[in-house]
């Protein structure tokens, strides 16, 4: 096949789906090949959109299947990989590690091998800030330069994955760029992560369950800057570069959850402090300045209007929220909170 086609693993996913909706509406010329495992975290809800045929394929998979992987670049003629499947819940990592270090490092390691077989032109390998361990209050932010310290059992994967990422990169002179985003929130995210279950737990009356102090400071960025990003890296960025790709908006998690309080009409009664998880980093931030003159990034969702539009969206789309809430998330949260995300 010569017509340029993108294979986008993960794609059924929170980040994932927003990106392959995103090369549909903009990139008609670009063939799009959509690879998923649908585990917990992917749904088929989140692709709904999308329709097969010349320009789309959905397939579903198991990145760590070499054997699979290979028969599938060849028969799809893959050019560009935009590579987002990852185990991503710090929670999970902490309770169990074993899938992250097979689906983020072994499986990332299959597809950086079957990319160099089949020559693809491309590889971005989407990553995160959280490789870079933790910032005090007055610390600079992260730039590309900043050291990787990982400090959960998700972060070190991942930091594996970027280092085999760029190693291919060096070694083997496959033409690869590594982005790292800040925390992500949009449609569409699964509701484990803070604001989407903060946002239906207020909606339903229930407890808002809050690590420690809630001070935690995150860098936010709305998933449509965040595909934005990844876009114009896939077609600006150096091979063998990284680049962060953040929202320039430091919010503490208790700011956070006030927010969705007022916004969905409730009190701050609803706010439940519970016990901190381990070695719960303090305050990330980055510094995007070399995506901004180099691939001409910057954010453009101002948060307050972003987070607005979410709640918003969840309030609206209930069937969806009921969909994706399976008995591997309702087991997850219970173990995780216990009674607390779900009592009133």
């Known amino acids: 096949m010569s017509k340029t086609t993108y ?42 959109e999308m329709r097969e045929g010349p320009s789309y394929r959905f397939v579903r998979g198991d990145i760590c299947d070499r054997e699979f992987i290979d028969a599938l670049f060849k028969e799809e003629g893959i050019t560009q990989v935009l590579h987002l499947a990852a185990e991503s819940h710090v929670d999970r990592s902490i309770l169990g590690a074993e899938a ?13 091998d079957a990319s160099r077989a089949a020559q693809v032109q491309r590889f971005v390998h989407v990553s995160t800030d959280e490789v870079y361990g933790a910032l005090t209050p007055t610390d600079p932010p992260f730039t590309e330069a900043t050291p990787l310290d990982p400090t959960s059992p998700y972060a070190a994967s991942k930091a594996s994955s970027d280092l085999l990422a760029l190693a291919a990169a060096k070694t083997h002179h496959l033409d690869v760029v590594v982005t790292r985003c800040s925390n992500n929130y ?35 960025i709305h998933v449509e800057d965040h595909a934005r990003g990844i876009l114009l ?16 908006c430091e ?9 969705i309080l007022a916004a969905t009409g409730r009190g701050p009664d609803l706010i439940e402090h ?67 995300a779900r009592s009133a």
């Open 274 to 340: 519970v016990k901190d998880r381990p070695a719960h980093d303090r305050r990330y931030a980055m510094g995007i300045e070399r995506a901004r003159s180099e691939l001409g990034f910057s954010p453009e969702v101002p948060f307050e209007q972003g987070l607005r539009e979410t709640v918003e969206w969840y309030r609206t789309h209930r069937d969806w929220c009921d969909a994706v809430r399976t008995e591997n998330y309702k087991s997850h949260i219970d173990r995780w909170y216990g009674q607390t």
């Open 233 to 248: 890296a896939l077609d600006r960025g150096q091979s063998g570069r990284v680049y962060n790709l953040g929202g320039e």
């Open 100 to 112: 992250f270090v097979r689906t983020n490092v072994l499986g990332t390691q299959a597809l950086l």
């Open 7 to 48: 294979l986008l693993t993960g794609g059924a996913g929170f980040i994932g789906s927003a990106l392959a909706l995103r090369v549909a509406r903009t990139r008609p010329e670009v063939r799009l090949v959509v690879l998923d495992a649908l585990t917990y975290a992917g749904h088929l809800e989140n692709l709904a």
């Open 251 to 259: 919010k503490p998690n208790l700011w956070i959850v006030s927010q």
């Open 186 to 220: 949009g449609p569409r995210q699964l509701p484990e992560k803070l604001i989407p279950l903060m946002t239906l737990n207020a909606l339903e009356g229930k407890k808002l369950p809050v690590y420690g102090d809630g001070q935690q400071v995150r860098d936010w």
